[in-house]
């Protein structure tokens, strides 16, 4: 179950056209915006031949950045997703759902709000990290203690929601004290934001997620164990504490370094995974683990694109965007497993 087979031509394919849909995406993005970028002068700034314009500016100080980001903020929450989903066995789990998302932002609100992130630039992007960070290891930690004291995924859902709940309100709390701009900043941190305000943030997505992926795929045998059941795990000889804690590590460290960078998106790490599975028709995650790399890269770029059809220099919150394309599937989720 765990062997690395030699790929099919199927997913070879698979894989191949996800790649030209990414590519696709990705010029689409970086034309897309309140300044349209004609074809010609956009093969030129991609070619390096206009270098000294304005457009070669816009694509590349602003939007390249911003395209990366959405890439690896969409890879990563889907990661994280379908980990969780794998070690729950539960196909409506995921870092939003189960309240992670909540975790995360409520310590990045403590620590905005109270200007601790602010003292200085590069000081302020890691303790935001690591503030969301252990935001998010601790409600994995309680999620995974419920779930093992009751063995009812259905618990972690109410979990979520009174953690989302538990959340808000100490937020709400804390917004009759905060000072107004730390409370301004941080409600269009909520809004969902993918332009990069520190080149810190970019380095800290750009080599941690894909890190993450790496190590994750290292474990692919025994995440695959997971979806036979607990005593397959054991009767390989793998201790089963360690297997989940190692998940919720790197779900903890996915989600946190994103919300950190991104704020909460929505419902990303639960579509993500289940796009992935309709597209292979498989549970096998040496094929799921890189599939979500694309479809969640996509899927982010996509919905960047779709918060710039306005047209205007302001843009719809891509968190918006991602609740209204995650919403309904959650719903037909919970429908389709009720029957």
């Known amino acids: 179950m765990g062997r690395f087979y030699p790929m099919k031509k199927s997913y070879f394919k698979l894989f191949l056209g996800l790649v030209l849909v990414l590519i696709l995406v990705s010029l689409i993005n970086l034309r897309t915006g309140s300044v349209w970028i004609p074809w010609h002068d956009f093969t030129r700034v991609i070619s390096g031949q206009l270098s000294d314009s304005g457009y070669h500016t816009i694509v590349w100080q602003y939007r ?26 539960n196909p409506i789990v995921g870092p939003y759902v189960l309240g992670i ?31 969301a960070i252990a935001g998010s290891f601790l409600v994995l930690a309680f999620n995974l203690f419920l779930f093992e004291q009751l063995r009812k995924t259905e618990i972690l859902l109410i979990a979520g929601l009174m953690i989302g709940a538990f959340s808000g309100a100490v937020l709400s709390i804390l917004s009759v004290y ?4 730390q409370l301004q900043r941080y409600f269009f941190w909520t809004m969902g934001n993918l332009t990069v305000s520190r080149p810190v943030f970019l380095w800290i997505l750009g080599l941690g997620v894909p890190l993450l992926f790496i190590i994750s795929a290292s474990k692919i045998k025994y995440l695959n164990l997971l979806l036979l059941g607990d005593d397959y795990v ?14 919720i590590l790197i779900s ?27 597209i292979f028709r498989t549970q096998m995650l040496q094929y799921l683990i890189p599939g979500v790399f694309l479809t969640g890269a996509t899927f982010m770029i996509a919905a960047d694109v779709i918060s710039q059809l306005p047209g205007r220099a302001g843009v719809l ?3 918006s965007i991602t609740a209204l394309l995650g919403a309904p599937l959650v719903i037909h989720l919970l429908l389709r497993n009720s029957r």
Request: aromatic share 6%; glycine share 12%; no cysteine.
């Open 101 to 131: 998302s909540s975790g995360s932002g409520l310590a990045v609100a403590l620590v905005m709000m109270s200007g601790l992130a602010y003292f200085s630039g590069i000081h302020s992007a890691y303790i935001l990290s690591l503030a």
């Open 64 to 89: 390249m950045p911003k395209l990366l980001v959405a890439a690896m903020a969409g890879a990563g929450l889907g990661l994280a997703g379908l980990l969780l989903q794998t070690m729950f066995r």
């Open 178 to 181: 905060a000072p107004a701009e």
């Open 252 to 278: 903890g460290i996915l989600t946190g370094l994103i919300t950190a960078v991104t704020g909460p998106l929505a419902f990303v790490g639960l579509i993500i995974p289940h796009i992935t599975r309709m």
């Open 234 to 247: 054991r009767a390989s000889g793998v201790r089963l504490d360690r297997l989940r804690w190692f998940i």
């Open 317 to 319: 919150p891509v968190n």
